[in-house]
């Protein structure tokens, strides 16, 4: 250890570089990450919020819910299996203010479960950021597709879908609408094999939705190239130092140093750099977390820093190591006669 902390005190330009590389890299990881997590509950925070389970759409459907319907007999099988099951439908419309200004919404309905507000018939409840649109409790709204009005009786937090604000009314007021009386999705905590219909997992179901796979995949790739080219980084680095220092290497095995204690050096500088970086990088995406506007689709959850801590760390230690495999090549005599000449 002291080794290490020696050789980085003499060449501190070098690692200071590095460090500086690596804390570029580690807060635009880490503001990509909270993009990824900002526009996924975005996109389908009415879906995330809901608890593990099963969904069920209807085969024929294929894997689009504005095709699905489930029927009777189909609803019944659900029913058996999980007496909590819950059966709703999603419909992307809008609704105009008393201006006549129209606003996107995701209007969803469901049979009365526990994972959707309960809504009476004449009656819609919002997700709260309409609130700041200059929506309140006890306004009335209108939709073309209905012939009366519909009245805000209260509003919810994080409920999207597709980018766009949720609006649940009762199913009376969706079958006028959209003119069907059969939902589209079911949802069980368990999991039941009904026929006619194709099971999702929580995962499979949100990558349904439109726009969603791409999104994430998208920001998740560009994820995977940063830790990419961190690891890279790493390797170039200690392989170019290492390079350099192939007779002093040499030399310390001549006096007796072990081949193990040249890479606890290396790891210990890796991991040093690493952590010095870490923590300033760490420290400006909380900053930008807990500033972020509103209407800005940023979150970063303790468990995505802690993934991305321990994520670089791991890759620092396998780029180090993978470079300093040339110490081994390091000979005591070469290094002793290069020495002499």
């Known amino acids: 250890m002291k080794m290490a902390w020696k050789e980085m005190k003499k060449f501190k330009l070098r690692y200071l570089i590095l460090g500086f590389i690596v804390f570029l890299i580690s807060i ?12 996924s509950d975005d996109n389908a925070s009415l879906i995330k919020h809901m608890p593990d389970g099963t969904f069920y759409m209807s085969e024929d459907a294929e894997d689009n819910y504005s095709f699905s319907a489930i029927e009777n007999e189909q609803e019944e099988a659900l029913a058996a299996t999980d007496e909590n099951y819950t059966l709703f439908s999603i419909q992307m419309g809008e609704i105009n203010n008393a201006d006549d200004k129209k606003f996107s919404t995701a209007f969803v309905t469901s049979d009365g479960g526990d994972y959707f507000p ?16 200059g929506f309140s409790v006890g306004d ?7 012939e009366d009005d519909l009245t805000i009786t209260g509003f919810v937090d994080g409920q999207k879908f597709s980018h766009t604000e949720a609006g649940f009314i009762n199913k009376a007021d969706f079958q006028e609408m959209y003119r069907t009386d059969a939902f589209q999705v079911g949802f069980t905590e368990g999991e039941a094999d009904v026929e006619g219909l194709t099971n999702y997992s929580n995962s499979d179901f949100l990558n349904t939705i439109p726009s969603y796979s791409a999104e994430q995949m998208s920001l998740n790739m560009i ?13 170039i680095f200690f392989y170019m130092i290492n390079v350099q220092k192939m007779s002093t290497f040499g030399i310390l095995k001549a006096i007796g140093v072990k081949q ?33 506007p509103e209407g800005m689709p940023f979150f970063l959850p303790t468990e995505t820093i802690i993934f991305a801590v321990v994520a670089f760390i791991v890759i620092g230690f396998v780029g180090a190591t993978i470079s300093g495999l040339q110490i081994r090549k390091a000979e005591p005599m070469q290094a002793i006669n290069q020495g002499g000449m």
């Open 28 to 39: 635009l990881t880490m503001s990509i990450s909270g993009l990824a997590n900002g526009l």
């Open 118 to 133: 309960n809504v009476d018939k004449g009656e819609i409840i919002l997700d709260r950021s309409l609130e700041d649109e």
């Open 140 to 146: 009335k709204v209108t939709n073309g597709l209905i």
């Open 223 to 235: 994820i995977v190239f940063l830790y990419v080219i961190s690891a890279l980084l790493f390797a």
């Open 260 to 292: 193990s204690s040249l890479f606890v050096m290396m790891w210990a500088q890796m991991l040093f750099i690493t952590v010095i970086s870490l923590i300033p990088a760490i420290a400006i995406s909380l900053i930008i977390n807990a500033v972020a």
